[in-house]
């Protein structure tokens, strides 16, 4: 088992930046591959970037591409997502996910057993 803790969510205006933070712990933090999802309102749960379990390997959504940035500090046992250039689109609820098992990068929340509570993001324009 691992609990995860999302952190770093605020209100910016649209060019903004914010890093979020996903703490965990419970067990072994290098065990796990994570990701990150956001959800708005009225909208379905969305993948928004992944990340391996060494950081060697990364992906992102085509949304976020190239404003966005996933990483890893195991021996602080998180997990940061760097956003940049932010848009009133990217106004949601983001959540971290984490999945010890698998191999690769996993793009679907189906892939997921554990989750954070989520962090606000609000952007206004």
């Known amino acids: 088992q691992v609990q995860l803790v999302e952190s770093g969510g605020g209100s910016v205006q649209a060019g903004g930046s914010l890093t979020l933070s996903c703490a965990a712990s419970?067990?072994?933090?290098?065990?796990?591959?994570v990701g990150w999802f956001r959800q708005a309102p009225g909208k379905e749960r969305e993948f928004v970037a992944a990340?391996?379990?060494?950081?060697?390997?990364?992906s992102h959504a085509d949304a976020v591409k190239g404003r966005f940035t996933i990483s890893r500090n195991n021996a602080k046992n998180t997990v940061y997502l760097q956003m940049n250039t932010l848009e009133p689109e990217d106004t949601a609820v983001y959540y971290c996910a984490a999945e010890e098992l698998g191999y690769g990068l996993a793009i679907r929340s189906s892939e997921y057993d554990y989750w954070g509570q989520g962090t606000q993001v609000t952007v206004s324009s």
């Open positions: 419970g067990h072994t933090f290098s065990r796990y591959r």
């Open positions: 990340i391996n379990r060494n950081g060697a390997s990364t």
